[in-house]
């Protein structure tokens, strides 16, 4: 492959999936697309740069597909999955009692593993039991997607990740291979979706993975998939990137939760992250008690305020201190009312 071709190449690749290749991956770029050479009977790489310019739309998803990362593992990097199994549905089983519902995003799902240890996960919650559990995966790539819907995977793959426990219990064998079981199978909504391309049509998610897509992107592009990202996620929504992927200083739109784990809770301004889906029970009773505390106090004070009165600075300091280390609203209010000195009494109020 000439400089020009690899140019133009690498070129056609990063406009349509956003794959960012150096001329150090001129090997890879030769290696995937090779098979491409073959099936459709071209000469060289001059013969597919010309019928790519030529704008054969069946080549064009052919090398875009060829081009695609399509490795993926069952509870792959198991971090992400355990926080999943542990914190996110708790918290939402919680928060989303009413409607008993919620709805979960895979980008880039590949063939399919991911997407799929996220149902198991769901499926054995027993607080989630008759449940409406959308959650749906996207990928540009027809081949992997092909896969995933066909949810049929060899010893190799399920060797990778998955326990045998979990095996027997969400599989059945099919001469080498084996199946998922098919109601676990329907709860994952599988579509060829760029991620490049506007999300919103696709509306509302509690959870989103998007995980080691980022990574092969330039910095402007993942700014961009960020952006879409972050309107799809509701206000209290958790954000999984890959282990290699971080976007602290990158992106304000979301708060790290556990940057090593690539786990990210949604930033908004009107809505305190620490009171996210990816924050434990306990902390977040613990931020809710802050905030009412914070209330009352604010309340007080401007009272004082009000009737022409001041706090001195120690006595501030005292009852932010309080506010801070108390077990609870009503012991503070108590607090506060025994301690809170009367007009009459105070010397700093005169």
Same mark, same amino acid.
């Given at each position: ?34 098979? @491409?050479?073959?099936?459709?009977? %071209?000469?060289?790489? $001059?013969?597919?740069? !010309?019928? +790519?310019?030529?704008?054969? /739309? *069946? #080549? ?61 996960? @769901?499926?054995?919650?027993?607080? %989630?039991?008759?449940? $409406?559990?959308?959650? !749906?995966? +996207?990928?540009?790539?027809? /081949? *992997? #997607? ?61 959870? @989103?993975?998007?995980?080691?897509? %980022? ?136």
């Amino acid at each position: 492959m000439t400089p020009d071709e690899f140019a133009y190449t690498a070129g056609f690749v990063k406009e349509r999936s956003g794959l960012v290749l150096t001329r150090d991956k001129g090997y890879l770029l030769e290696n995937r697309l090779m098979p @491409v050479l073959r099936t459709h009977n %071209l000469k060289s790489f $001059s013969d597919l740069v !010309a019928r +790519l310019r030529n704008g054969e /739309s *069946a #080549l064009h998803a052919a090398t875009i597909d060829a081009m695609m990362s399509k490795d993926t593992a069952f509870f792959r990097d198991w971090k992400p999955f355990v926080h999943f199994r542990t914190v996110v549905l708790p918290n939402l089983a919680v928060a989303r009692g009413i409607k008993k519902s919620f709805r979960i995003l895979c980008a880039g799902v590949s063939t399919g593993q991911e997407a799929y240890s996220l149902a198991m996960c @769901v499926r054995d919650a027993p607080a %989630l039991e008759g449940w $409406s559990v959308e959650i !749906a995966g +996207l990928d540009i790539s027809a /081949s *992997a #997607l092909k896969i995933a819907d066909d949810a049929c995977y060899s010893q190799f793959d399920i060797q990778r990740g998955l326990p045998i426990r979990t095996l027997l219990q969400h599989f059945t064998k099919e001469d080498d291979y084996w199946r998922l079981d098919p109601s676990l199978r329907a709860l994952v909504k599988l579509q060829a979706w760029n991620v490049l391309d506007e999300m919103f049509p696709l509306g509302r998610f509690d959870v @989103v993975l998007c995980r080691n897509v %980022l990574v092969y992107l330039d910095l402007q592009t993942k700014l961009d998939v960020l952006q879409k990202l972050s309107r799809l996620l509701v206000d209290d929504g958790v954000l999984y990137l890959g282990l290699n992927e971080t976007i602290t200083g990158v992106s304000g739109n979301f708060r790290a939760v556990d940057a090593d784990a690539g786990i990210y809770a949604a930033h908004r301004g009107t809505h305190p992250s620490a009171l996210s889906l990816a924050t434990k029970i306990e902390t977040q009773r613990k931020t809710r008690r802050l905030f009412s505390t914070g209330a009352l106090f604010r309340f007080a004070s401007g009272a004082a305020f009000s009737q022409r009165r001041r706090l001195s600075s120690s006595r501030f300091r005292q009852l932010r201190f309080r506010a801070g280390h108390s077990r609870g609203p009503t012991r503070f209010r108590y607090s506060f009312r025994r301690r809170w000195p009367s007009p009459a009494s105070c010397a700093a109020c005169k």
